[in-house]
C-alpha cells in the first residue's frame, strides 16, 4: 500500500507568500505611524522642556532672554566698544546660550562665560556639541553637530537699520526681542533692560493664545546667529510660501524662517503658558499671525512710524481662539 507524500505545491507557496506580503502591506504603516507618534510625542516633550528653561529663566532674570545679543563679557552681553558694523552680527549669542543653564548644561555657559572673558571679543562658536533637546527625532538626517530645529518668536522680521528710525519690531510683533542693535558710531551701548516679560503677554493676546517657541527645520545651529533668520520664527504680513516647507533650503532664507517639521501634517509649538500643541500645516495664515503676535492690538509694522490701527489686524484679533483654532 503507498503512502501520501504531503506537501505544498507551488500554487499554494504563491498563495502563502502573497497573504503574508499583504499582512506585512498592512502591518508596516501602522508600525511606521507608531514610530512618528513616538517621534512627535518627544519632540513635543523638547518643546516643553525649552518652554520651562524660557519661563524659569523669565522668572530668575525677569525679562525674557532676547532671540540674539552680543558676545562680550559680562553678562548681559552688551556691544563690545570695539566692533564694527561689519563684525557685531558676524556672531551672535542666541537665545539657546542664555537658557543653558534651564537646561542643565550651566558647564556650557561657564565654557562660553570663560572663553569670552579670556578672548576679549569671544568666539561664540567655540562653545560645540550636540543638545538632543534642540533636535526633533523625525529631523534625525541632519547629522549637524550643533543642529537646532526650534526656533523663537522673533515677532516681523526686522528691516536695514539704515533704511528707517524704526527698525526693529515692537515686542507686540512676537516675543523675543533682539538686542544686536547700535551702530559703530553712536548708541554703541545696548540697552540691557527688559523689553519683553511674559506678563506682557499676558496683558495682551494671553499666553495661551500666542506661541514662545515652534518648530522648524530649516534652522542651522544653536551656538552662533549671523542673523535674527538663524534663530527666529518670523511671520510675515503677505505670505509667499506654504506654511510648512519641509524641506531643507541652503542658504537660509527669510521666506523659510517659519514653521517647517518633517511630521506628516504639520508641526509642533509650546505656547507661553508652557502648554505644547500640533498644529496643522493647513492652518489659516492669519489664525497663525494672531498666535505670533502677543498683543494684536498693538501690532505695528517695522519700517514705518507706529500707525495707530491695523484694521486687517485688528479684526483678526478681536476674536477669541478656541481650542478648534489649531
Given at each position: 500500500m503507498s503512502r501520501r507524500r504531503h506537501a505544498f505545491t507551488v500554487v499554494e507557496l504563491l498563495v502563502v507568500i502573497s497573504i503574508i506580503a499583504v499582512l506585512m502591506a498592512l502591518l508596516l504603516p501602522a508600525v511606521q505611524a507608531a514610530r512618528e507618534s513616538s517621534r512627535r510625542a518627544s519632540c513635543t516633550n523638547n518643546l516643553r522642556n525649552l518652554g520651562l528653561g524660557v519661563t524659569q529663566?523669565?522668572?530668575?532674570?525677569?525679562?525674557?532672554?532676547?532671540?540674539?545679543?552680543?558676545?562680550?563679557?559680562?553678562?548681559?552681553?552688551?556691544?563690545?566698544?570695539?566692533?564694527?558694523?561689519?563684525?557685531?552680527?558676524?556672531?551672535?549669542?542666541?537665545?539657546?546660550h542664555q537658557i543653558l543653564p534651564e537646561l542643565g548644561r550651566p558647564d556650557l555657559k561657564q565654557a562660553l562665560d570663560n572663553d569670552l572673558k579670556q578672548s576679549g571679543g569671544g568666539n561664540v562658536a567655540f562653545i560645540k556639541g550636540r543638545l538632543q533637546v534642540l533636535c526633533c527625532p523625525s529631523d534625525a538626517l541632519d547629522t549637524t553637530a550643533?543642529?537646532?530645529?526650534?526656533?523663537?518668536?522673533?515677532?516681523?522680521?526686522?528691516?536695514?537699520?539704515?533704511?528707517?528710525?524704526f527698525h526693529y519690531d515692537w515686542s507686540a510683533n512676537g516675543v523675543f526681542d533682539t538686542r544686536v542693535k547700535g551702530s559703530a558710531t553712536s548708541d554703541n551701548v545696548i540697552k540691557v533692560n527688559k523689553t519683553s516679560i511674559l506678563g506682557d503677554v499676558a496683558n495682551g493676546d494671553g499666553t495661551t493664545n500666542t506661541i514662545m517657541l515652534c518648530e522648524n527645520i530649516n534652522l542651522l545651529v544653536w551656538n552662533s546667529a549671523s542673523s535674527e533668520i538663524e534663530a527666529c520664527v518670523l511671520w510675515q504680513e503677505?505670505?509667499?510660501?506654504?506654511?510648512?516647507?519641509?524641506?531643507?533650503?541652503?542658504?537660509?532664507?527669510?521666506?523659510?524662517?517659519?514653521?517647517?517639521?518633517?511630521?506628516?501634517?504639520g508641526f509642533c509649538v509650546v505656547m507661553c503658558d508652557g502648554?505644547?500643541?500640533?498644529?496643522?500645516?493647513?492652518?489659516?495664515?492669519?489664525?497663525?499671525?494672531?498666535?505670533?503676535?502677543?498683543?494684536?492690538?498693538?501690532?505695528?509694522?517695522?519700517?514705518?512710524?507706529?500707525?495707530?490701527?491695523?484694521?486687517?489686524?485688528?479684526?483678526?484679533?478681536?476674536?477669541?481662539?478656541?481650542?478648534?483654532?489649531?
Open positions: 529663566f523669565e522668572t530668575s532674570k525677569q525679562y525674557v532672554p532676547a532671540s540674539r545679543t552680543f558676545p562680550s563679557y559680562p553678562a548681559p552681553y552688551t556691544r563690545p566698544p570695539t566692533y564694527s558694523d561689519s563684525t557685531a552680527t558676524s556672531q551672535t549669542i542666541t537665545w539657546v550643533e543642529k537646532m530645529s526650534y526656533g523663537c518668536n522673533g515677532g516681523l522680521p526686522d528691516v536695514d537699520p539704515t533704511s528707517s528710525p503677505s505670505p509667499n510660501i506654504p506654511i510648512n516647507k519641509n524641506q531643507i533650503n541652503t542658504p537660509l532664507d527669510l521666506d523659510h524662517s517659519r514653521p517647517s517639521s518633517l511630521h506628516p501634517g502648554s505644547t500643541h500640533f498644529i496643522a500645516e493647513t492652518v489659516d495664515y492669519g489664525v497663525f499671525m494672531r498666535l505670533m503676535t502677543s498683543n494684536g492690538a498693538k501690532y505695528k509694522t517695522p519700517g514705518t512710524a507706529p500707525p495707530t490701527a491695523v484694521p486687517a489686524v485688528l479684526t483678526i484679533q478681536q476674536t477669541p481662539l478656541s481650542e478648534d483654532s489649531y
